[in-house]
């Protein structure tokens, strides 16, 4: 009897804990519409959280908010059931894919269902060296806000959202300046995960060709190092061969505007405001998959699909590899004491892609008169076609020991908390010698973009000053895992910095002044004392006519070159510890 009670109180306990798959339908609304139609945002979280309640390998949680108010998720796919990232990174790599950044741009998020679905089924390979996690929809307030003429020039699904989020925000823009709470919550969730390999799902248009997929990595002379070397030579290389084995041909994502790929192309370059570029500065392996529009969706999302396998099976291989090359990857830009902070193209380099394209030819358009391209899908071609994949710095900075920030700039101070900055606060005032930048020149957008009227090509001077720092303010040291990111933020001179990004636009606009009629009799005393200013002063009068003929810009250089002129005005306060 009582063998019988044990057996009885064992099948109820199995039956109890055995997986529910059986109560769901994990038919995604990809496939139930033979490929025309993609999940809304409701269908999206409600299928992985069946799925996470049916197979136990599955975790899903939730992370932040997103400036729709909607929380973002992440979805965590490990055989071991283990859900603790920093016991995984002891002795696996990590593959994070992020879908619907644009959420028009629909095709990871349904081709991540079903490959997660599959796997813990039993109808794919279960990865046993890499655990996956996955955000099922970056840009909720996109995705809510559904329609089907906005992808003007997209083949399908037949209803998608919309590429702005709920500020209008293009999230794919967002990753430095960090505007939004999406931005916010994916660096907690980057900094939780901390993958080995980034993808992010796309699609894109830039001309008509033959291919289905294209792929966008990360460059790799900005990724800098053995690291980089690695991405061009051997994991590029390695997904285009599996992906041509399974009859999927993909090409380099083909960076042109209004003209034919046949002419050649250059690969883009991911500054740290796009996905891939704020991934590297951390040291990830990343690239973006970038389907072709004008393709029908349901191949589309196949080949998405195929490609983020073909990954996975890449990752599996090099496990021990990529665990190798991206450990302590930092320390060697701090050894060699320099830092690129821009790019252009190498033009003594370049690559030759056996590029499958449509003839395209300049016609007159029927509409306006003027010339307009035109492609022949009756014309297929297979050539070879010039891609300039290499790029070379055109400007470095030496890396200082440390940064010093006055704790006032706290929305700065904040981002690098948000990103793992180590910092120590003085406990104390302190006087330092530092390098301190002022902003010798800049150029401002003349229209808005993403929220902001950004800088560029921006130039500092630099001198060496004593400063007494207060009780508070922040000490940053460059020896640590965020090297990159302190300088790409923090270096004026850098693409993406925060000065660029208007974060210390107070600086640039003086507080206190003179007026004209008093300040007359006082620069005239001032001259009269300072005969090397008066020389200097006369002599650029005389060799600068558009000097000599604006009385307020004389006025002007004679306060600023005294101690009435504020030290606030064009200093930038951020401080280098050299």
């Known amino acids: 009897m009582k063998k019988l009670f044990l057996a009885l109180v064992f099948l109820n306990f199995s039956c109890n804990n055995a997986p529910k798959q059986n ?136 209803e998608y959202g919309f590429r702005g989020n709920a500020q209008n925000y293009d999230l794919n823009r967002d990753f430095i300046k960090s505007d939004t709470k999406n931005a916010l919550a994916f660096a907690q969730v980057y900094h939780l995960v901390q993958p080995d390999i980034f993808i992010d799902n796309h699609v894109s248009n830039g001309a008509d060709y033959q291919y289905t997929l294209t792929h966008l990595f990360t460059q790799h002379n900005k990724l800098g190092g053995d690291l980089g070397t690695y991405l061009n030579k051997t994991m590029r ?41 704020y991934t590297t500065l951390f040291n990830t392996l990343g690239m973006m998959v970038e389907t072709h529009m004008l393709k029908p969706y349901k191949p589309r999302v196949e080949g998405t699909y195929e490609l983020m396998k073909s990954m996975i099976e890449i990752t599996e291989e090099q496990n021990d590899v990529i665990a190798e090359l991206r450990k302590d990857v930092w320390k060697a830009y701090k050894e060699k004491g320099e830092y690129p902070v821009a ?7 370049s690559s030759t892609l056996n590029f499958k394209g449509f003839e395209g030819e300049f016609i007159p358009s029927e509409i306006t008169g003027k010339m307009r391209l035109k492609y022949d899908r009756s014309k297929p071609f297979t050539k070879d076609v010039k891609y300039q994949n290499f790029f070379k710095a055109t400007k470095s900075v030496s890396i200082p020991e440390a940064y ?63 400063i007494t720092f207060r009780k508070g303010d922040y000490f940053i040291s460059t020896d640590q895992a965020g090297l990159r990111y ?35 009799d006082t620069a005239k005393t001032i001259l009269d004392n300072d005969p090397d200013l008066r020389a200097e002063f006369e002599a650029k009068k005389q060799n600068d006519k558009r000097f000599e003929a604006n009385w307020y810009a004389q006025l002007s250089w004679i306060f600023e070159r005294t101690h009435h002129y504020e030290k606030a005005h064009m200093q930038y306060p951020v401080y280098r510890v050299k």
């Open 343 to 349: 790019w252009t193209v190498d033009t003594t380099q």
């Open 404 to 466: 010093i920030i006055p704790q006032g700039w706290h929305t700065v101070i904040d981002l690098l908390k948000l990103n793992n900055i180590e910092m120590a606060q003085f406990e104390s005032d302190t006087t330092m010698t530092v390098e301190a930048y002022r902003i010798a020149d800049y150029k401002t957008r003349t229209r808005a973009y993403e929220g902001h009227y950004p800088h560029y090509n921006t130039s500092v001077s630099a001198r060496s000053l004593d």
């Open 237 to 277: 290389p390695m997904l285009e061969e599996k992906l041509m084995a399974k009859n999927w041909d993909i090409t380099p994502y083909v960076n042109v505007f209004n003209s034919t790929p046949e002419k050649g192309f250059s690969q883009f370059m991911d500054y740290p405001r796009y996905s891939t570029g």
């Open 486 to 520: 302190l300088l790409e933020t923090l270096e004026p001179e850098a693409a993406d910095s925060f000065f660029n990004w208007n974060f210390f636009d107070t600086i640039l606009q003086q507080k206190e002044g003179f007026s004209p009629y008093v300040f007359e």
């Open 23 to 158: 109560d769901y339908n994990f038919e995604t609304v990809f496939e139930s519409s033979s490929g025309t139609q993609t999940a809304t945002y409701a269908q999206v979280i409600k299928y992985w959280s069946d799925l996470a309640e049916a197979y136990s390998e599955i975790h899903i949680q939730e992370i932040g908010e997103t400036d729709s108010g909607y929380p973002l998720h992440l979805v965590t796919l490990n055989p071991d059931k283990n859900f603790d990232f920093e016991q995984i990174r002891k002795n696996k790599r990590v593959l994070l894919i992020n879908n619907g950044i644009h959420p028009g741009e629909s095709d990871g998020i349904d081709a991540t269902m079903m490959l997660f679905r599959d796997i813990v089924k039993g109808d794919a390979d279960m990865p046993q060296k890499t655990v996956l996690a996955a955000i099922p929809v970056y840009n909720v307030g996109g995705s809510l806000n559904r329609n089907s003429g906005t992808r003007a020039n997209q083949n399908g699904p037949e």
